[in-house]
């Protein structure tokens, strides 16, 4: 893959395998962008890519993310992410994900799979049956483990609030009018969390039924998925599909920050010196979207090493986004440089790059 050494988004990922298995129809790719702290660890997308090289694209992109957002978290693991490329109808198998599980158990350790868009706990289940090198598995009441979601959502939401609290001064929620964009596992969670508080939620989805649904739930506002980018609030929040955030994006936000869950959310590193232009605070997306794999690495820590899991460790090490998410802020105050670039040099440094 030539064409791909020289751009960008390779960033000189030390491993990437391509897995062809005949027998179930499997293709998928498993990108390692570090080991430098660890096993690298990252979910697994399984989606359809109508160009399989938009699939390599993700893998490489989301992987260096997780090298970050790791290091970020300061969680003992390096980042890797796979992409399972589908059909048109998403067809997913039992045989694919046992063959996927016996591609990461001849990786023997160096990659950790988890949830990822489209993959559920079921999932994590059936590559279990081949490899231990997996997280995200169901858990029982109490330990950590099992959907990363509502942990990636709890992070968010503590991340809203300090963003919140940095930009317009203020400690309470209410009132406080956020738009969300995707109302899956991690938006959803972020939303009645959000409710809870008394902000005002502006709500959409693809899925226009279960933005209504959950706006009729919260009581909140539901739009269609065009518009959201574009309506007036204090905080949009990002929670679908990444690369959002290109120049015409940036130029329909009218908020005074985005902070979100989606991966990848800036299409470019210079759109975070755009949105920073336009005095948007932005909170950097693998910081403030890192509950997830703070929970699952917890558990895979736990359960290699035999030691009690406890769900408390993990709510309390989520706790610490918002001082994390501080310090970029500072910083990028500071130094007048936007807080993607102040975080990416943060994460750099801790990965030895
Ligand atoms: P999900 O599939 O449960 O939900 C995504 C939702 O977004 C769906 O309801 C979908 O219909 C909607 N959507 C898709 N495209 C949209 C668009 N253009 N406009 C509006 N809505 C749209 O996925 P999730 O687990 O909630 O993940 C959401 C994002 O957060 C992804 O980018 C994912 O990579 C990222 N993320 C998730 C986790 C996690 O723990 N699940 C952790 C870190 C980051």
New binding site residues.
């Given amino acids: 893959m030539p064409a791909f050494w020289s751009e960008p988004d390779w960033d000189e990922h030390e491993r990437v395998e391509v897995v062809h298995d005949r027998a179930s129809g499997l293709t998928a790719i498993i990108a390692l962008h570090s080991t430098h702290l660890g096993p690298a660890a990252g ?1 697994t ?1 399984f989606w359809h890519y109508e160009d399989p090289e938009k699939g390599m694209r993700d893998a490489l992109r ?1 992987s260096r993310g997780m090298s970050y ?1 790791n290091a970020m978290a300061g969680l003992p693991i390096g980042g890797g992410k796979a992409v399972v490329l589908l059909d048109k109808d998403r067809t997913k198998t039992e045989a694919m994900l046992h063959a996927f599980g016996d591609a990461v158990e001849a990786l023997d350790g160096r990659y950790v799979t ?5 993959a559920t706990e079921a999932d994590m289940v059936a590559i279990h049956t081949r490899t231990e090198h997996v997280c995200g598995l169901p858990a029982d009441e109490g330990d950590a483990g099992g ?7 709890m992070g968010i939401y503590h991340g809203i609030k300090a963003a919140v609290a940095h930009k317009l001064g203020t400690e309470s929620m209410k009132g406080v009018r956020v738009a969300l ?9 972020v939303a009645r969390l959000l409710a809870k508080d008394g902000a005002e939620l502006t709500l ?4 226009d039924k ?2 209504a649904a959950m706006a009729q739930e919260l009581g909140g506002t539901a739009v269609s ?1 065009d518009q ?1 980018m574009g309506v007036a609030c204090d905080v949009f929040s ?5 690369a ?1 955030l290109d120049e015409e994006g940036i130029a329909r936000l009218d908020c005074a920050i985005v902070a ?6 800036l299409a470019r590193p210079l759109h975070g010196q755009q949105l920073h232009d336009r005095g948007i605070l932005y909170a950097p ?1 693998y910081v403030i ?5 703070i ?2 690495s917890y558990e895979y820590l736990c359960r290699r090493e035999g030691t009690p899991c406890d769900i408390n460790e993990v709510r309390k090490r989520i706790a610490r986004i918002p001082g994390r998410l501080g310090e970029i802020w500072s910083e990028s105050d500071a130094s007048g440089k936007p807080s993607n670039e102040v975080a990416d040099a943060m994460a750099q440094a801790l990965i030895g790059r």
């Fill in positions: 979910g997308r989301l957002k988890a949830e990822d868009v489209g959907d990363p979601g509502p942990f990636t959502a964009q995707g109302c899956g596992s991690v938006g959803g969670g959409a989805d693809i899925d279960r933005a998925a959201i990002p929670n679908a599909l990444g959002i979100g869950g989606a991966n990848n959310q997306d979207n890192a509950g997830g794999i929970n699952v």
